[in-house]
Structures are given as structure tokens and as C-alpha cells.
């Protein structure tokens, strides 16, 4: 049984790297922008190709972000040493005739199909980690994709 998508109201916040339509998914964690940034998404690890569980990730990621222009909060500066940005990642959903934003790597954790890490310097968005290791707390509880008894 699928959980309801975790819909929130994206408030104005320091940090926000703009918009952009998602062009490719390349995996659980990753997407490429129409304006050809990488993201990897902050706070989360997904399978690696080959890994168990990257295809299903993968198409989870693809069935929240493919096509959709998405916003993106930083969650540092700059690049990392691949290029990507990092950054917390929400997708418009219509709801009851207003526009509200999925927080994709929590519907992701809660899914099951990423495992949260946390940063080795402080976060600087300790509230979206502290909520991240809450919902993958969730699907560990329901046994849901990573955490799978199967």
C-alpha cells in the first residue's frame, strides 16, 4: 500500500536555486535540469546502478520529478567534486485546486528507496534532515524498499 505523498507549503527561503524543468532521472538521487545542472539530492543516498532496488528508485524518482519543474533549496553552495548541486528538491502536486510542493527526498525515504545520511559538517538545513531520519524511520518500522524483510 502506497503512503500519501507528503505535500507542503514551500515557503520563501534563503537559499532557493530557482526552478527548472527535470529533463532525465539517472537514478533514485540524481536528475539532470533543462538547463543542464546535475542535482543530486541532499540528505539522502539511493542503490547505485546494480545496486538491489536502483531500477525501482530510480522509477520512483522518475513517477515524482520527470517533466515537472521543480525548486530546488540549496543545501551548500556551489558544486561537489562531480558537479552536481546539492540541494533539497520539491515538485509542484495539485491538491484540492491549489498548488502545493512534495518534499521528493522525503516521499522517497518514506518510500523506502533512499537511506538518509547525514552531512560530516553541519547541515544547512538540520530541520529537512531531522525530517528525513523521521520518515526513513518510518518505512524501517513498515519494513518498505531498502528495508524490505524480501
Do not use: H
Not at 532496488?53 to 543545501?75: D, I, Q, S
Not at 553552495?77 to 552536481?84: D, L, R, V
Not at 525515504?109 to 525530517?131: I, N
Request: contains cysteine; aromatic residues 6%.
Amino acid at each position: 500500500m502506497r503512503a500519501a505523498p507528503i505535500a507542503v507549503l514551500l515557503p520563501l527561503i534563503a537559499g532557493c536555486a530557482g526552478s527548472d524543468l527535470v529533463e532525465e532521472v539517472r537514478g533514485g538521487d540524481v536528475v539532470v535540469l533543462g538547463d543542464g545542472r546535475v542535482v543530486r539530492y541532499a540528505g539522502v543516498a539511493a542503490p547505485a546502478p546494480g545496486e538491489p532496488l536502483f531500477e525501482e528508485a530510480r522509477e520512483a524518482n522518475r513517477t515524482l520529478v520527470l517533466g515537472r519543474k521543480v525548486t530546488l533549496v540549496l543545501a551548500r553552495e556551489g558544486e561537489n567534486e562531480a558537479g552536481e548541486v546539492l540541494a533539497f528538491v520539491y515538485a509542484p502536486v495539485e491538491e484540492a485546486g491549489k498548488t502545493r510542493f512534495l518534499f521528493v527526498q522525503g516521499e522517497l525515504a518514506l518510500w523506502g528507496f533512499v537511506k538518509v545520511v547525514r552531512p560530516p559538517a553541519a547541515s544547512a538545513r538540520p530541520e529537512l534532515d531531522d525530517d528525513l531520519a523521521r520518515l526513513s524511520t518510518v518505512a524501517q518500522e513498515l519494513g518498505r524498499g531498502l528495508w524490505s524483510p524480501d
